[in-house]
């Protein structure tokens, strides 16, 4: 049984489509493994009128589970809620009475966690009146938890943390990116610096480049006023991707604390070179689907304009200005209606300087770059690539592949991102989350491609659905004589 953890948890957003499909669920998780037991407490609060007992119906649905089951009810029995405008200063004195009574009754030590499961135009002012209206004033741990996007540009960014910072010192605001709670990521760690063979290869002078890739095979889907106005940039590279890369990246902690791990991310992403405008142009390529043989173009998709540009697909090389990784580029893509659903990290070390077994009068393929495929979603594992000799008479080599995957009862046990990420917030362990310096130098970074592309008329669509993105992803890559790992037809 995990320890138990005690907070009441006000949910912002209570009756949204992120708390109902990921947020009750994995509350519920934490229930059934222990760490939620007697000592919890849920306040949810939107601004539709509801009973305790309706809200309650929705977190039984988003569990699926009914009535009968025992354990459920009285897990969802802890739930509470009230209807609330975040922007009526006023009635954050009735959501201060109805915390105090949850408090009381569960004897929760004054321990308080905000979510902010709210559009991003209303994270300052919640923040703002959770202080002034006294919420965060009580004798246990206030932590407030922030969901994505954290601003749409570095100036907004640093608004909003600024807005932030008013009421909540750094270390109380969890800014989530549901990457960081994901099994594998957390293993880019274990894996380089558990192991001297890894981490003693790990640079320059070995790697000749590394491939992170998220792709996805749906599109749109229901939230494109939304996604119209961020695209893939903002969606996922900012973010997702960034975090990644700083996890390939950074040097070896001096602790595996939030503290000492946040900081070489941080120091890391300092590292990265911000383009120039001839740089950002080069560097990275953009994209949008057209239509498919059942798919719609995006710009035929629902609340989509028909004249839109924006980009659906991203790819570009990053590069590091640092003893580590200079001269070694990292490449990254990620886009809507591709080849299939996954993400993996793609590590291609440097081929032998010297091939001894591609004489001529062997007839030997020249040899394989040895290739570390860490394996993130959907399936979990590594593959490391080797060369061997071909079994048999004569000598001939042959790429071959050491496997390693998780298996299937453990992959169910996985606990869930949000599950996860939860619990660390319970814990106030910061690790799985962006700070604000891993944020502000990922804005700064990618508003550069921003600006360059906002001065550009792409030629749009450019890519087919089911398709890997569009020729110009391949041309990025192939420039520099190199080639995607994964790609369709290999
Ligand atoms: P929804 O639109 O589904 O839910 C928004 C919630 O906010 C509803 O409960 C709504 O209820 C409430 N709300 C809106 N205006 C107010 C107001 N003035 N006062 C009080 N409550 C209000 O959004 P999502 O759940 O999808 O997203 C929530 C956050 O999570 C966003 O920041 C989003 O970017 C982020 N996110 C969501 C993901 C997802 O899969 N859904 C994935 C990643 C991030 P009501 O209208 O009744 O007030
Ligand atoms: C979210 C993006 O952050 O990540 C979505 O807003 C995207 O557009 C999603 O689909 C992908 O997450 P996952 O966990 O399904 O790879």
């Known amino acids: 049984m995990a320890a138990e953890r005690t907070s009441l948890f006000i949910f912002f957003g209570g009756t949204g489509d992120l708390a109902y499909r990921k947020l009750y669920p994995s509350m519920y998780n934490l229930y059934k493994k222990g760490t939620l037991r007697e000592h919890f407490g849920v306040l949810g609060t939107s601004r539709e009128k509801l009973t305790d007992e309706q809200f309650r119906d929705q977190v039984r649905k988003s569990l699926g589970t009914t009535k009968t089951d025992k354990d459920a009810e009285k897990f969802i029995s802890h739930f509470v809620y009230e209807a609330h405008d975040v922007t009526d200063k006023a009635h954050y004195q009735v959501l201060k009475t109805r915390a105090e009574e949850l408090d009381k009754k569960y004897e929760l030590n004054g321990n308080r966690i905000f979510y902010l499961s709210l559009a991003p135009s209303f994270f300052g002012t919640v923040a703002g009146f959770l202080k002034t209206e006294g919420l965060t004033d009580t004798k246990g741990f206030d932590r407030v938890v922030i969901e994505k996007p954290f601003g749409r540009d570095f100036d907004s960014a640093q608004q909003l943390n600024d807005a932030l910072s008013k009421s909540f010192d750094e270390e109380q605001i969890f800014r989530i990116d549901h990457y960081l709670g994901k099994e594998m990521i957390q293993n880019i760690e274990a ?29 749109v889907e229901e939230r494109a006023s939304y996604y119209d106005n961020s695209g893939a940039l903002r969606d996922m590279v900012q973010n997702h991707i960034m975090q990644i890369v700083s996890l390939l990246a950074m040097e070896q902690p001096v602790s595996f604390t939030d503290v000492d791990i946040r900081a070489e991310k941080v120091k890391a992403l300092r590292s990265l070179r911000v383009y120039n405008v001839a740089e950002a142009s080069t560097n990275f390529v953009r994209g949008q689907y057209g239509a498919g043989d059942s798919q ?36 990254i893509r990620t886009g809507k209606m591709l080849a299939d659903k996954f993400t993996r990290v793609d590590v291609v070390f440097k081929k032998p300087l010297i091939d001894i077994f591609s004489f001529p009068q062997n007839h030997n393929a020249p040899l ?78 990618v508003d550069q491609i921003r600006k360059v592309w906002d001065l550009q008329q792409p030629q749009f669509p450019n890519y087919t659905p089911g398709s890997m993105g569009p020729a110009s992803a391949d041309e990025l890559i192939q420039r520099d004589h190199r080639q995607w790992v994964y790609r369709l037809n290999k």
């Not at 290869?201 to 599109?219: A, F, H, M, P």
């Not at 609340?303 to 003893?323: E, I, M, Q, R, W």
């Not at 394996?375 to 080797?386: C, K, N, T």
């Not at 496997?403 to 106030?428: C, N």
């Open 368 to 445: 394989e770059a040895n290739v570390l495929t860490m394996y993130i979603e959907p399936h979990a594992g590594f593959s490391l690539r080797l060369n061997a000799k071909t079994n048999g008479q004569g000598f001939q080599t042959e790429p071959i592949n050491l496997d390693y995957f998780v298996d299937a009862k453990d992959s169910k046990a996985t606990p869930e991102p949000y599950e996860r990420l939860i619990h660390d917030v319970m814990k106030g362990d910061g690790t799985n989350f962006s700070s604000w310096q891993e944020v502000s130098y990922a804005w700064r970074f």
């Open 191 to 219: 894996v380089r610096f558990g192991n001297t063979l890894v981490e003693s290869l790990w640079n320059n002078r070995y790697i000749d480049n590394i491939q992170v890739t998220l792709s996805e095979k749906l599109g």
């Open 296 to 331: 719609r173009a995006y710009r035929d998709e629902d609340n989509v304009p028909h004249d839109s540009n924006n980009d659906t697909f991203v790819a570009g090389k990053l590069l590091f200005d640092n003893y580590r990784w200079s001269g070694t580029p990292f490449y």
